[in-house]
């Protein structure tokens, strides 16, 4: 058991970052961030930072050094230096590496033995277009790397489209799957401790607009809460196969024929902020029991309702209105001036 008082280093400086060193000061840890940025956001709340470079491999080796244990907050991290923190770093490098890769987290998960969309590996244009002759359209190509929110994406419509979606995401390695006519999407965020015990939040199904997720509300439909037993089982196989130590993501399409793995993230999720203000424990009050080997925390709900809206670019510039909304709960990560398309801050609020 890593105890109260202990360092836990986090690698990357963003959002989760941020709201990761909140629940651990709450826990008596202190938290140091390692990030290549001048001032990341996560820093304004963490006892220590180290500016560096994720593919710098001494000051890497130095920062492990020099805490209790490691965790990331994003997976498009270079998995080989992060090996040199060894055991240190939970979850390990296997979930980095299937997370940031998606012809091999599809290959992963289809082993699992959950569902996956039909999917090609699409290295070429040629390839591009074996894919539409084989699995028809819509479909939608994706870079098997670097992709988030929505980007590295373009859809095919129809055949005569090959050739512009494959020059929109850039001529990458990609995979093309089928577009599904989803009836909700939702997600599955789970706990995994180091001794396989496992705890699942409540299930947020999600809205998403231009690929980045606007709202996750709970409970969710019952189109989504018909799914639950199984997604919850294709989740806990994931994570198990990982061996994954932590909070794990697996986001899902609801279809009538069951549920569909869209994709994994190795770590707190967007999709489970609601979970401050929404369960009895928080999902990064949960990862951070998980790493450091207490145990996992209640999950029960703690309202009857509970919604959780993005505030994305200039929805920000609301925060006055927002603030002084009766029994809205605001979250600000301290950004600067807004961008869009860049994730600001986020509000729950929930019925009791
Ligand atoms: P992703 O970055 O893969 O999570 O995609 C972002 C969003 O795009 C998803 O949450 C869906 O709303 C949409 N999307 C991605 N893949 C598909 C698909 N195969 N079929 C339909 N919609 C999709």
Redesign the pocket.
Known sequence: MIEPGATIGIVGGGQLGRMLSVAAAQLGYRCHIYDPHERPVAADIAAEFTRGDFSNVDELRRFGDSVDVVTYEFENLPAAPLTHLGDKLRPGTRSLEVAQDRAEEKSFIERTGARV?PWRRADSLQDVQAAVAELGCPL?L?TRRY????KG?AWVREPAEAASAWGAIGEQPAVA????A?QA?FSVVVARGKHGNIAFFDLPENR?ED?ILRRSSVPASSAVLEHGPSARAMAAGIAEALGHIGVLTV?FFACPEGPLV??IAPRVHNSGHWTIEGAATSQFEQHIRAICNLPLGSTALRSRAVTMDNLIGDDVLRWPELVSEPGASLHLYGKGAPRPGRKMGHVTRVRT
């Open positions: 969309a939608v994706k992709g988030y929110d929505g994406q799957e089928t577009g599904v989803f999407e998403h690929g986001e869209n994709e």
